[in-house]
């Protein structure tokens, strides 16, 4: 693995406010904690969800997640570490380990289970929506295993270890690219004391979630379990973090689609009628 010096930024975007996640539950009782909700659809577009699982209480994850639908977007699931089996209705299976990832295109319409494969242990991870743009909310599902050693990764001068599953980082490509959302999608291990920048196009929409320890970014602390939203300043070219402590974070931007967003549970359409008819198709078997 080749040690990379993070680019030199002109200016570093800030943190335009600190979310903390809702603890819920979903499935069939898998608790949770719901960090990007509805709330922040359009600050935050392309994305529409971010869950953040994690317990070593198999009574709160070991029934999962079974059948259910989804039309309009993109799932990615990150696995920390647990094991996760993936079956859907379009004839795909996989098993979800530690550091793997699962990324779905939903698309016109997949039903699918996510179900824990351990009876004891540490179960954790994070679930991301994507949304598709009009033009593809109707494409074919997709479905994509990447194993953890397929995720690329680098380490910086600071000893900052990155682990990069999408978009581009410090001219590491990650394991996916998408072309009308250009999503990054960044693991970041910062020991204490050390700091990492990475460039992001201005137009794009940003925020980290910190689930070990904390960073400051510019004058603002982002502890653990919080969502830091990045500022779209006009004259930044990127951000840079500095752990407090030993610290690990998700970095996340994309392209906003900037078109309706229309969200009815697990479908999400730019229009009403579009709602309604992804619900006729899906009690009707229309669904692959």
Same mark, same amino acid.
């Given at each position: 693995?080749? %040690?990379?010096?993070?680019?030199?930024?002109?200016?570093?975007?800030?943190? !335009?406010?600190?979310?903390?996640?809702?603890?819920?539950?979903?499935?069939?009782?898998? =608790?949770?904690?719901?960090?990007? +909700?509805?709330?922040?659809?359009?600050?935050? !577009?392309? *994305?529409?969800?971010?869950?953040?699982?994690?317990?070593?209480?198999?009574?709160?994850? #070991?029934?999962?997640?079974? !059948?259910?639908?989804?039309?309009?977007?993109? +799932?990615?699931? /990150? &696995?920390?570490?647990?094991?996760?089996?993936?079956? !859907?209705?379009?004839?795909?299976?996989?098993?979800? =380990?530690?550091?793997?990832?699962?990324?779905?295109?939903?698309?016109?319409?997949?039903?699918?289970?996510? #179900?824990?494969?351990?009876?004891?242990?540490? &179960?954790?991870?994070?679930?991301?929506?994507?949304?598709?743009?009009?033009?593809? =909310?109707?494409?074919?599902?997709?479905?994509?295993?990447?194993?953890?050693?397929?995720?690329?990764? /680098?380490? +910086?001068?600071?000893?900052?270890?990155?682990?990069?599953?999408?978009?581009?980082?410090?001219?590491?490509?990650?394991?996916? @690219?998408?072309?009308?959302?250009?999503?990054? /999608?960044?693991?970041?291990?910062?020991?204490?004391?050390?700091?990492?920048?990475?460039?992001?196009?201005?137009?794009? $929409?940003?925020?980290? /979630?910190?689930?070990?320890?904390?960073?400051?970014?510019?004058? %603002?602390?982002?502890?653990?379990?919080? &969502?830091?939203?990045?500022? $779209?300043? &006009?004259?930044?070219?990127?951000?840079?973090?500095?752990? %407090? =402590?030993?610290?690990?974070?998700?970095? #996340?931007?994309?392209?906003?689609? $900037?078109?309706?967003?229309?969200?009815?549970?697990?479908?999400?359409?730019? @229009?009403?009628?579009?709602?309604?008819?992804?619900?006729?198709? *899906?009690?009707?078997?229309?669904? #692959?």
């Amino acid at each position: 693995m080749n %040690t990379i010096k993070p680019i030199a930024l002109h200016q570093s975007r800030g943190i !335009d406010r600190i979310i903390e996640g809702v603890a819920t539950s979903d499935g069939a009782g898998v =608790k949770l904690t719901r960090v990007l +909700t509805g709330k922040v659809h359009h600050r935050l !577009d392309p *994305f529409l969800m971010l869950d953040a699982f994690g317990s070593d209480n198999p009574d709160d994850y #070991i029934a999962g997640f079974p !059948d259910h639908p989804h039309r309009g977007f993109e +799932t990615i699931t /990150y &696995m920390l570490s647990g094991r996760m089996r993936h079956r !859907d209705n379009a004839g795909h299976e996989g098993l979800l =380990k530690h550091g793997d990832v699962q990324w779905m295109t939903a698309g016109r319409g997949i039903i699918h289970s996510e #179900i824990p494969e351990q009876k004891d242990g540490v &179960m954790e991870g994070f679930q991301l929506w994507l949304n598709l743009p009009a033009k593809r =909310k109707m494409a074919e599902p997709w479905y994509r295993d990447i194993a953890s050693q397929e995720i690329p990764e /680098y380490v +910086t001068t600071e000893n900052v270890t990155v682990r990069v599953i999408a978009g581009t980082s410090n001219g590491v490509a990650g394991a996916v @690219t998408r072309e009308d959302t250009e999503p990054m /999608y960044l693991d970041i291990h910062l020991p204490a004391g050390a700091s990492f920048s990475t460039a992001l196009p201005v137009s794009n $929409n940003a925020f980290i /979630y910190v689930y070990r320890g904390a960073v400051r970014v510019g004058d %603002t602390l982002v502890e653990s379990h919080r &969502m830091g939203i990045l500022s $779209n300043t &006009m004259k930044a070219d990127g951000v840079t973090l500095t752990a %407090t =402590k030993d610290a690990r974070l998700l970095l #996340i931007a994309g392209k906003p689609l $900037n078109e309706p967003i229309v969200q009815y549970g697990p479908f999400v359409m730019n @229009t009403q009628d579009e709602i309604h008819q992804a619900m006729d198709d *899906f009690r009707n078997g229309r669904f #692959i």
